[in-house]
């Protein structure tokens, strides 16, 4: 049953995505139009939406994209004069060169003076920035919480709160704290001269305030997660070290580290796919705006199955996937080689 | 005690380093309870003080009123507490099946090894239902059948490769995260035509079974961790003493990785209990969820703040109960870790 709602939906939709919905006398029907819904993401009129605007060529831009491109080729050059690889091998580094080149490609054209970016560039962002900072910041909370230090019970307790929190209330609570007339800050705001300045019209500062409320609802997820590992690993071990004459910092990167890093593993794994899946707040916050700028993936794919183009949603959600797996992939071979290589 | 106290001399802190971490720590205190500080007073603030612009101390700055507390609480009584009873019958028990469901599939996944003949048996006719299901579900035939083939193959040739390499546990553990990968946006037309079909829309059955579905792959990879933390020498040993491998499982492993099954249980427990987006399409007016009022409360006349205060409010207090009683439990894993030397 388990195994079944997790795939039946996913062959559905991926139907779904080659069809577009329409209204015939009676009802509506689902009509087949084969890859339209992805043409139009990937090339047509919506790939200002969905990718961003392309800046123009420009000298900074081509000698980043030389440079990345040069790092490539070398990095399949060098898995070339390995004899042992065999082709396959050379076969799967050439698609991760390829898809780290389109990442790069879509970044340089995006981020740069004249480029604007869509929905695609938006969500790694969040992704990439905001399980950085969630996971340094609740790594930190944790190790201090670790201590014997005293009321570090209650640091616990008041930790964990923001996560209890529904993200829909978490959504409604910055949007009222983050108000410039109304919030909480108003008088800083005038004080700073800013109160005729929305961070609300200016697409980064959206941005921001969009990873802030993600960083302060989910770094309390590392935070109790990293903690029970830390509690968990044998207080022997630490005071072994000790006795040996280890300083803190080489206790936690000898000691601690390896015991917590298959957790953190898992843990950063599992965050990366939920920030892909950023819904709530920027539809709350912003919903979605200026224009598209804070919209992410998830958020696209909603607004266009709101406004019955199901195909189209299922497009994009069927994209998210495409990124996702990728993103996963990738983090896993990495993670993997770490951890397997001091075994 | 004196097992502590040796801990305070290996782990003490320096005065200075001891100011630096309270520092650190109440900076974050204030981060967090800020904008809780600010749910609480706007509860008791009256629409017109809230619109008025900021004000910061109640009977210092503004009146309290209990107006907002009287709406939700007395005049509104049965419409929220419906929703209140659906979120907690629904989280509890979607929660307790993912943790049972998954500790056991982590467990197995880490210490048994895979039988991949009777493995190919149940996937075949796993896949083969999935074709007749979607057949009778309206699907066109010429799409359902190549579909549940397709499926097939793939499950196949991940479990094959346990010929080649001892790698099949990692490859379903792997195949098990990636249903997690799916944007639920993308499932949710399906699961609501699939329920319709039931005929369980709106009903508690519905929830469970969706959220069970979406939580077990974090039971399942998070306490695949914990295990792999407990030392195999002690499993071992109480195998030679004759112990079967569930009671193994239930007086050794279990009572050894309470702290994780805590934590695990805690995540799990607020996420149904949040969760937005499949309430939303699966439920009606019956089974509603919390978080579905709570986001009701944008009304046409824009936002109202207070109503959604004090919702939010005693919406957080049963989890947030939780939350400290399991963290005693949590705090505790130290005193079984060192029962265990």
């Not at chain 1, 640091?155 to 209890?164: A, D, G, K, Q, T």
């Amino acid at each position: 049953m388990l195994v079944f709602l997790s795939i039946f939906p996913l062959f559905v939709s991926l139907y779904l995505s080659l069809t577009r919905l329409e209204f015939v006398p009676g009802g509506f029907a689902l009509r087949w139009v084969g890859l339209a819904n992805y043409r139009k993401l990937l090339f047509g009129i919506e790939r200002e939406h969905f990718l961003g605007l392309l800046a123009g060529p420009s000298p900074v831009q081509r000698v980043a994209l030389g440079v990345i491109a040069i790092g490539l080729v070398v990095f399949l050059a060098r898995s070339l004069r390995r004899p042992e690889r065999p082709l396959a091998g050379l076969l799967g580094r050439s698609l991760w060169a390829a898809a780290v080149g389109a990442v790069a490609w879509l970044l340089a054209r995006t981020l740069l003076p004249g480029g604007r970016p869509g929905t695609l560039v938006t969500t790694l962002t969040y992704v990439g920035v905001g399980v950085a900072v969630q996971y340094g910041l609740g790594l930190g909370l944790a190790v201090l919480c670790a201590q014997q230090i005293a009321g570090r019970r209650f640091f616990r307790v008041v930790f964990l709160l923001p996560m209890m929190i529904t993200p829909v209330g978490i959504a409604y609570t910055f949007r009222i704290l983050m108000d410039l007339g109304k919030g909480p800050f108003a008088p800083v705001w005038r004080g700073l001269g800013l109160a005729e300045v929305s961070w609300a019209s200016d697409p980064w500062g959206a941005r921001i305030a969009v990873m802030i409320g993600d960083v302060w609802q989910w770094t309390p997820f590392m935070f109790v997660v990293l903690l029970a590992a830390l509690e968990s690993q044998p207080p022997e071990l630490l005071e072994a070290a000790t006795v040996d004459g280890a300083d803190r910092w080489q206790t936690f990167w000898r000691i601690t580290w390896p015991q917590i890093a298959p957790v953190t593993a898992t843990l950063v794994l599992i965050r990366i796919i939920e920030a892909f899946k950023i819904v709530d707040l920027p539809n709350v916050l912003t919903s979605g705006g200026p224009g598209t700028a804070t919209e992410s993936l998830t958020l696209h794919a909603f607004i266009a199955w709101r406004t019955l183009d199901i195909g189209g949603s299922a497009a994009v959600a069927y994209l998210l996937l495409l990124v996702v797996t990728l993103a996963v992939l990738a983090y896993l071979r990495l993670v993997r080689r770490r951890l397997t290589e001091p075994t | 005690m004196g097992r502590r106290r040796r801990g305070r001399i290996a782990r003490g802190l320096s005065p200075w380093a001891a100011a630096l971490a309270y520092l650190l720590l109440g900076s974050w205190t204030a981060v967090v309870v800020f904008p809780l500080y600010w749910i609480l007073i706007t509860s008791f603030k009256l629409p017109v003080q809230v619109y008025a612009g900021p004000v910061y101390l109640p009977f210092v700055d503004f009146w309290p009123s209990l107006h907002a507390w009287r709406y939700i609480v007395v005049d509104l009584r049965n419409d929220t507490l419906r929703p209140y009873v659906n979120t907690v019958v629904v989280s509890l028990t979607s929660s307790v099946l993912a943790l049972v469901l998954g500790t056991a599939a982590g467990y197995g996944l880490l210490r048994f090894r895979y039988r991949p003949r009777l493995g190919v048996v149940l996937q075949f006719v796993g896949s083969a239902l999935l074709v007749g299901l979607a057949v009778g579900l309206n699907v066109r035939w010429e799409i359902a059948v190549p579909a549940g083939g397709g499926l097939f193959l793939v499950l196949w040739s991940t479990t094959r490769r346990r010929f080649h390499r001892s790698m099949a546990n990692e490859d379903i553990a792997l195949w098990m995260i990636s249903q997690r990968i799916l944007p639920p946006v993308a499932v949710v037309i399906p699961i609501y035509v699939l329920f319709q079909r039931l005929g369980l829309l709106d009903t508690w059955v519905a929830l469970i079974v969706t959220y069970t579905a979406v939580n077990l792959p974090i039971v399942v990879w998070l306490m695949r961790d914990y295990f792999r933390n407990i030392s195999l020498e002690l499993e071992e040993s109480a195998a030679m003493d004759g112990a079967s491998p569930f009671r193994i499982f239930r007086s050794i492993v279990l009572p050894l990785s309470a702290p994780g099954l805590a934590a695990t249980f805690l995540l799990v427990l607020v996420f149904s209990w949040n969760e937005y987006l499949l309430a939303l399409i699966l439920t009606g007016a019956n089974a509603q969820t919390l978080p579905l009022t709570i986001a009701a409360q944008n009304a046409t006349r824009g936002p109202q703040w207070w109503y959604m205060s004090v919702l939010i409010l005693i919406m957080i207090a049963p989890v947030t109960g939780m939350a400290i009683a399991l963290e005693r439990f949590i705090a505790r894993g130290l005193l079984v870790g060192a029962l265990k030397g």
